[in-house]
Each structure stands twice: as structure tokens, then as C-alpha cells.
């Protein structure tokens, strides 16, 4: 019989809103070989050159716009999350992070020593598929397991971007802003390097090809990032009876001179304000939990954007944080998974 616990994992903050804890944290992030997909001399290179120099100020700066009272905001809600998901399942829940604290490794050492624990459900809070993020936990996760040796079998939960539990879950969290008057929707997913997609593809021929090549049935949508966050808005969008002039998809987050996927959430809500649009709703489902990249990046800096390209009001629909539909879903997972 198995005994099973569950980890939550999500991507990671500084343990400080301080320009040495930002150079430490994006250090460990970029340094990643699934987040910066190069060989590691010109990874080096690239982050102690390009980026640590000058953007762990900028960063920091960021940080403290948004930290709260407790802490980072992602480490905080997801925190929240967990309690809450304790509250609804028997099993023992944790939570940790890719980068910072707290991490995989003591996390999962932490649940696997508890009595007749031989199993840990594994739960990447992420949406859709890409290997900065999905891959990189588990890989991580199953490395710990190597490295001590433990009796655990890993249960790793699958992309759930287009599952109905969960579009049900991100719907109604909306909802109550949908009802409200507003001229458009714009859904910003989190941006990633065309590489990192068409590298997945194994054909060599599907991905990125031509403008609807995420509506043509292909393998290789099993690892698109694309396709997931199409399929995302798609079923929301039917769910929510939205109108195909209501809404618009968009790419946030760039880093660096790679190719990134088009279009670019700023310029977005650029085209958006010089066409009339005076009230507008952002949505970040590619984030389950709130985070510097949507309550900094897009309710300030998107605001400010909005607001000197002649737009008035942007609001920002929260992400699922602990959305008592949300952990009613997860705890159906804990259970069913």
C-alpha cells in the first residue's frame, strides 16, 4: 500500500529584496542549463559579464516594490497554498523551490523520513510545459532521490493546461472581474526563446513553421510551450463565454537578444491604448501564484505603460494563489493522481 506525501514545487525567490541576495538567487536561476540553454563556459560568461554586473540592483529595486511584510510574495502565497492544501487532504504537504528557499532537496528529505512514507506526489506549479521549468524541478527532484538513496517512488503530476478541474479553477478566480465593464482581455504568458521550443521538436518541421502550427494535431505539442498556452486560452475563453474581439495573447518577461515569442506584452498594451482602450484586464495564467512578474511587472510597470500610451486603468486578475477552488482541485490530484 502506498503512503503517500505531496511537495508543491514552484520556481523561487531571494531570501531578501537586497541587490546581494538578487545576485545570488539570478546567479543559481540563469546559471540553470534549462534556463540558459548554452554550453557553460559562454552561460558563465554571458551571466557574470552581461547580467550580474548591473541587474541585481535593478532587480532588487523590483523586489521591494511589491515584498511583503512576511517575505516574497511567491514564497509567501505559495505557503499559503500549502496550508490550506493541509487543511483538505490526510497526507503531509510541502513546498518548495527551484532556486532559493525553501528547497528541493530539504523538502523532500524532510517528507521521505516520515514514517511509511513510500511515495511523493510531485507538483510543479506550472501550466504548460517548458524545461526552465517543469524539467529542471523534476530533474532535481529525482536527484535528490539518487543522491540519498531514498526508498520513495517520484509521482510527478503532468502539465494540467488544458484540464478541466483546473480551467474551471482559473475561470472562476476571474470571474468576478469578467463581470465588471472593460474594453479587453489581454492573457500574458510568461515569454520563452523560440529555441527552446523548436530544439523539443523532433520532426524538425512542425514547430514555429508557420502561424498555425499550434492548431494542426502534432506529437510534438506533448513538450510545446505554445500550443499549451494556446490550449490554455482557448478553453478558458470558451468557458468564460468570451468573445473573440474581447481578448488578445501576449509575451512577457524577455531577457536577452535571443528570439523570443512575439507578441510582446508591452507593446501590446501600447497598441491597445493608441486603438482607445481606456480599461483593460491582465491575466498571467502561465503563474498559479502571484510574483514579482505579475504584481511588479504588469500592475506597475504594465500600468505605467498603459497609462503613457494614453490607456487609463489596468487591472490585474490575480493568479490562483489559494482560490478555495484551486486547492479543492489540488486536493482532488493529492488523491486521484
Known amino acids: ?4 506525501a505531496v511537495l508543491l514545487a514552484n520556481l523561487g525567490s531571494p531570501d531578501q529584496p537586497d541587490t546581494p541576495s ?17 554550453p557553460w563556459p559562454l552561460r558563465r560568461l554571458i551571466v557574470s559579464l552581461l547580467v550580474l554586473p548591473k541587474r541585481p540592483k535593478e532587480s532588487a529595486k523590483a523586489y521591494q ?8 510574495p511567491l514564497v509567501v502565497f505559495s505557503e499559503q497554498l500549502k496550508t490550506a492544501l493541509q487543511t483538505e487532504v490526510k497526507m503531509p504537504v510541502g513546498i518548495a523551490m527551484r532556486y532559493g528557499s525553501p528547497d528541493i532537496e530539504t523538502e523532500l528529505l524532510k517528507l521521505a523520513s516520515q514514517d511509511g512514507i513510500n511515495e511523493i506526489l510531485f ?14 524541478s523534476v530533474e532535481q527532484a529525482k536527484a535528490v532521490i539518487t543522491k540519498h538513496q531514498l526508498s520513495v517512488k517520484l509521482n510527478v503530476v503532468s502539465p494540467f493546461y488544458q484540464q478541466d478541474d483546473y480551467i474551471s479553477a482559473l475561470v472562476e478566480s476571474a470571474r468576478s472581474y469578467l463581470t465588471q465593464p472593460f474594453d479587453h482581455l489581454v492573457f500574458s504568458y510568461h515569454g520563452l526563446p523560440e529555441s527552446h521550443i523548436t530544439k523539443l521538436d523532433t520532426s524538425g518541421s512542425h514547430c514555429l513553421k508557420n502561424g498555425e502550427c499550434c492548431q494542426v494535431v502534432n506529437p510534438a505539442h506533448d513538450t510545446c510551450y505554445r500550443h ?22 501576449a509575451f512577457q518577461s524577455r531577457l536577452g537578444r ?3 515569442l512575439d507578441p510582446n506584452t508591452e507593446d501590446r498594451l501600447k497598441e491597445l491604448a493608441a486603438a482607445g482602450a481606456k480599461n483593460i484586464l491582465v491575466i498571467c495564467p502561465a503563474f498559479v501564484t502571484d510574483c ?5 511587472e504588469i500592475a506597475i510597470r504594465g500600468q505605467e505603460v498603459f497609462e503613457e500610451a494614453g490607456g487609463e486603468k489596468l487591472t490585474l486578475i490575480p493568479c490562483l494563489n489559494q482560490h478555495p477552488k484551486w486547492v479543492e482541485t489540488l486536493a482532488a490530484w493529492c488523491v486521484n493522481k
Open 1 to 4: 500500500m502506498n503512503h503517500r
Open 22 to 38: 538578487v545576485r545570488r538567487y539570478l546567479d543559481q536561476f540563469l546559471m540553470d542549463p534549462y534556463v540558459i540553454q548554452l
Open 65 to 72: 516594490s511589491v515584498w511583503l511584510d512576511e517575505g516574497s
Open 123 to 136: 507538483i510543479p506549479l506550472y501550466p504548460h510545459f517548458a524545461e526552465s521549468t517543469i524539467t529542471t
Open 228 to 249: 499549451q498556452i494556446m490550449m490554455t486560452t482557448e478553453r478558458f475563453v470558451e468557458k468564460a463565454g468570451l468573445l473573440e474581439t474581447q481578448y488578445s495573447v
Open 258 to 260: 535571443a528570439k523570443w
Open 292 to 296: 514579482l512578474e505579475t504584481l511588479e
